[in-house]
């Protein structure tokens, strides 16, 4: 248990301070329920998943578009950031406007962490503070796959522009209660919906994953809806352009998060008949020009390269 200083008004209307406590942890029982949720969620993301057939492909994909629709905004973006990844970058107009929050769709296996673990490197390498929060894998095996690529992660460790933390699910949830006793103006400390590391502010950040996340908060829908939007909240605040990964029939059943983010990245691995294919779509990017086609993509030795001219599914609409 941990004590924390609450205010409360006497009938005389003075305000004193008086101890309190709030839990930390769930009932044993919810506790086991949300651990092997997650652990579910960790064994799935190392293993490689089946390619989804066309009409599964499909089904979620419209889900997700039917509420990525939004009105034709009008603003006006001065800095643009690039991916540096091979192919990508041409699908946009400029590149994706700085300070948005982007979501990274798919399923497991599909590139999502390769994706963002490689912009991170590019954008490392020029200097640019970034920052892998990961709630699944850990560090070093984030960094053994960036040394599979030849991204050197050590060495942007080292010169003090990268920075992979590993953080505890659970600690989400009892960061929540905190938030939901400041929403009620009763907390005086101040909480943040997520550690970030001191003296370090990076100009890039991923999360990997919202779904983990979300495994935390079974059975608790109205506390995870007020987590993320505390969450977008607190990145917009932060000025940094943030990657949010998701799994993407986690978004098909719930759209929270998609109402809250600026853009949204789908990754997709389909079997089409014999064929399998690899395939890349920005969905919405917020105020910014972008090409709306699905095209292909392949996971090379040094990473992702997206052909922007090789069109997958073009009769998708129909």
Partial sequence: MKKIKRIIKTSKSKKIIKNSKIKETP????????????????????????????????NNRNKIKNHAKIKNEKILHTNWIKTGI????????????????????????????IFCLQMLANAAKKGEKCLYITF????????????????N???????????????????????????MEQSKGELMIDVEPIEMPKGFKPDRIVIDSLSAIASAFVGKEESYRMYIEQLFNF????????????EIVELAKSMTEEFMADGV???????????????????????????????????????????????VF???ES
């Fill in 235 to 246: 990145f917009q605040k932060f000025k940094t352009t943030t990657f949010l990964i998701t």
């Fill in 86 to 113: 091979e192919g990508f970058d041409e699908l946009t107009e400029h590149g994706i406007p700085k300070g948005l929050s982007v979501l990274v769709v798919g399923g497991p296996g599909t590139g999502k962490t």
């Fill in 265 to 311: 990245i789908v990754f997709y691995y389909i079997k089409h008949g014999n064929s399998r294919e690899r395939a890349i779509e920005i969905l919405k990017l917020r105020g910014a020009k972008h090409q709306e086609k699905i095209v292909a993509f392949q996971i090379m030795d040094n990473g992702i390269v997206v052909y922007p001219e090789q069109e």
């Fill in 153 to 179: 992660p050590d060495e942007l460790i080292k010169k003090g522009v990268l920075q992979i933390k590993k953080l505890n699910p659970f600690d989400v949830t009892r960061s929540v209660e905190a938030l």
């Fill in 314 to 316: 073009g009769d998708m």
């Fill in 136 to 151: 699944e894998e850990s560090e070093e095996r984030l960094k053994q796959h960036m040394r599979d690529f030849g991204w």
């Fill in 27 to 58: 009932k044993n029982n919810e506790m086991e329920l949300i651990r092997k949720r997650i652990e579910e969620k960790m064994k799935g993301s190392k293993l490689p998943e089946n390619p989804v057939t066309l009409a599964e492909f499909k």
